[in-house]
Nanobody, 123 residues
Framework: VQLQASGGGLAQTGGSLRLSCAFS????????MGWFRQAPGKEREFVAGLGHYATSYADSVKGRFAISRDNAKKTVYLQMNSLKPEDTAVYYC???????????????????WGQGTLVTVSS
């Protein structure tokens, strides 16, 4: 499995960005997907996840971010609205083998990782 994240860049406070993650190498529909982020000097943290029946969001992004997938395009998206300076980080997409009812929210649960895309939000 290969994951290629894109869409990062510079945004102003209150602005929007949409991240994309292209999946290749296996059957996309068999995998749950997630987004994580890592700010300088901090640990990688869960942002959003998409399980077989549910989605989950970190409290810090709930109501502002939305995760979705397009199985035909083998792509997962993260729509980020109302951006804040504290959203500045490298964002990583991740894939977890085998669809599950519950959403995986820890790094240990995911099997494959993309290379990351940098999001910078200016104040």
């Amino acid at each position: 499995v290969q994951l290629q994240a894109s869409g990062g860049g510079l945004a102003q406070t209150g602005g929007s960005l949409r991240l994309s993650c292209a999946f290749s190498g296996r059957t996309f529909s068999n995998y749950d997907m997630g987004w994580f982020r890592q700010a300088p000097g901090k640990e990688r943290e869960f942002v959003a996840g998409l399980g077989h029946y549910a989605t989950s969001y970190a409290d810090s992004v709930k109501g502002r971010f939305a995760i979705s997938r397009d199985n035909a395009k083998k792509t997962v998206y993260l729509q980020m609205n109302s951006l804040k300076p504290e959203d500045t980080a490298v964002y990583y997409c991740a894939a977890k083998w085998a669809r599950a009812i519950t959403v995986a929210t820890t790094t240990m649960e995911y099997d494959y990782w993309g290379q990351g895309t940098l999001v910078t939000v200016s104040s």
